[in-house]
């Protein structure tokens, strides 16, 4: 059997499938430390919310029921302890949502959506702006809660920092035009 002469009439071969890595820019180590920071400030944010739970034991409670007790309303401490443990889980649940979100933009920055780059900075100039003033005013629940919460706020300005960094800009530039 004879080959044909012309490529064209070569028989036909699939070319290979591209490689993911030189399908995809790979982001700069800026964009790749944003990702981790972000990452990072999902983890403490849990973190926090664990250490507030576990700190407020029934002498606590016992205080904030005398405090908000009026004589229409008489809760025992077991019955508080149940609604602020259902405050907690539906706190969990929100901020679980939350944090499915932040990770999803991360995801989408990390490859290269300016569009996500802008939703993250968004989000943590917000979080900034509502939390940074607790924070500097002194928060409650000790040093505990407040070292956690001056991590998540480092976790989350280094997101957004790295987020716009020289090559990170550079990474969107190219990004777009793919």
Known sequence: ?????QPWQQPYSAPPPPDRESAVARPP??????FWMGIASVVVGFAMMLASFLSI??????M?????????????????RTIYTAFVVGSMVFMAVVAALW????FFMRRGR???RIVITAVGVTW??????????GSTGGATAMLLALLQMLAVGATVVC???TPSNQYFATAKHR
Do not use: H, K, Y
């Not at 034991?57 to 016992?62: I, Q, S, W």
């Open 114 to 116: 300016n569009w996500a």
């Open 64 to 80: 904030i029921l005398r405090e908000a007790q009026s004589p229409e309303v008489q809760l025992s401490v077991q019955e508080a």
């Open 1 to 5: 059997m004879t080959t044909p002469d």
């Open 29 to 34: 180590d800026s964009v790749t430390l944003s």
């Open 103 to 106: 990770i999803m933009f991360l």
């Open 128 to 137: 900034f702006a509502l939390t940074g003033p607790a924070l500097l005013g």
């Open 163 to 165: 987020a716009w960094l």
């Open 57 to 62: 034991d029934d002498a606590e409670l016992g």
